[in-house]
C-alpha cells in the first residue's frame, strides 16, 4: 500500500471498512435491491471492504454513528435520500469528538426519492445528465474511485430547541409545502415532486415574511479549506484491500490501513464550531447585513449544492465547499405560467437567465428568515423542523464527502 509520510509500516494494522447504511423504506423502498444489485457487484469488483447496516427506524443511522467508534471505518457511505445523510451529520456533530468525527469522509448511493447530494456530486464531475439506475452508477464509480473533497457544513438555528447541521438546503413556502405534502407520493419516487409541484401550483398561495443576509465575500482567500477542484484525498489511499479467506462472504473482506484518524486535512484548530456571524434570534442582525423590506414570497430557499432533486438544478454554480448558501426566493405576484416556466427550467438549470422580475440569487454567507404567515413549513435538508425564526450560517469545509 501507498504509505503516508511519517508513519512507520510496523505500527500498521488497524483493520478499516466502509460502513454502508440503507434505508430499506426509502423511496419506493427499493434501496435493498439497489444494494444486492449493482451496488454489492460494484463494490465487490473493487475491493473495497464494507458492513452493510439497514437501519430499522427513524433517527437509528443518527443513534448508530454518534456512539460509533470511527476509528473502525474509513468511511460512511448512505444508500438512501438525503434525509438519512441529515441524520448521519447530525449525530457526528453531536459526539465530543465532533470536530474529528465530522472529517469522516461520507459517500452518498441514490436509494431514496429525494437524491439532491448525489444528482449534485454526480454534476460536479461535469458528465451529462444521468438519471436513476444511471446516477447510481455513477456514484457507485465515484465512491470506487475513492477521491474526498471538503464539504460545507451550515449550523442552523430555530428560536428554541437545540442547534442543527445541514448540507443542503433551507426552504420555506413554495418549495418546503411541495416537499412536505409530496410524503404521501413516495410510492412514485421522484415523481412525487413533480405531482406535488403541479397540486401547489394550482392552490398557488403567498408567505408573508422578513428575509435578512450576509452577502458572500468575495475574496475569501482567507479560508481554512482546501479548494474544492483539488479532492484532498482518497480514503482508500491507505487502505489495502485483500480477501477474507474464511468464511467469506461476499460483502465481507479484511483491510489494513496505516492510520486510525482522518488526521491528513487542513483544519482551524477550534474547540467549538462558533457561529461567529450570527447574533441571538431575538437580536437585529449585524449591521453589514442586507435587510430585505417586509414582503410577501412565494419561496425562500437557500442550497448548499447545484441540485435539489434529480431533475432539479436550482444553482449550477454551487460547489461542495464554495462557503456559500445560495439563495434564491420568488417574490410574491409572479403568475402560476411563469412559476412553472421557472421550475421547468430548472430541469437543465437555465432559471437565472429566465429574467424574471420576481426572481433574486444572492451568493450569501448567513441568513435570517422570519415567518409572518402562520401556520406554515420550514424544512431543513428535506426534513420538517420546528416553524418560526429560523437563522444559518455556513462552515466552510468542514465535512468531507467522497465525490469525483
Ligand atoms: P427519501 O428520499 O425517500 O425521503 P430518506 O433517506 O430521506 O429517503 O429517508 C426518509 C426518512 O426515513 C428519514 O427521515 C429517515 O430518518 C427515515 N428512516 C430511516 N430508516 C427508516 C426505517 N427503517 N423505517 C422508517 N423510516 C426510516
Ligand atoms: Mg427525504
Known sequence: PALREGIEPSRVCVSRRVMVLVNPQSGRGQAMSLYTGPVLSMLTEANISHTLITTEHQNHARELVRNADLSQWSAIVILSGDGLLFEVINGLMERE??????????????????????????????????????????????????????????????????????????????VADVDIESEKFRQV??????????????????????LAFLSARDDDSNSPSISSSHPCSSFRSSVQCKPHMQGQTSNQHECTSESTHHDHFLLPKNDRLVDDLLNPIGDPVPTDWTIEKEQDFVLVLATCHSHLAEELMVSPGARPDDGHLHLLYVTAGISRPALLRLFLAMEKGTHLTCECPHLRYRRVQALRLEPITKPGVITVDGEQVEYGPIQAQVHKGYGRIICG
Open 97 to 174: 469528538d465532533w470536530d474529528a468525527a465530522i472529517r469522516t469522509p461520507l459517500g452518498i448511493l441514490p436509494g431514496g426519492s429525494g437524491n439532491a447530494l448525489a444528482a449534485s456530486v454526480h454534476h460536479y464531475t461535469q458528465a451529462g445528465p444521468a438519471l436513476g439506475e444511471d446516477l447510481l452508477l455513477s456514484c457507485c464509480f465515484l465512491l470506487c474511485k475513492g477521491l474526498v473533497s471538503p464539504l460545507d457544513i451550515v449550523s442552523v438555528r430555530l428560536s428554541s430547541g437545540p442547534r442543527l447541521f445541514s448540507f443542503l438546503s433551507l426552504a420555506w413556502g413554495f
Open 189 to 210: 419516487g421522484a415523481m412525487r415532486f413533480l405531482v406535488g409541484t403541479l397540486l401547489r401550483l394550482a392552490s398557488l398561495r403567498t408567505y408573508q415574511g422578513r
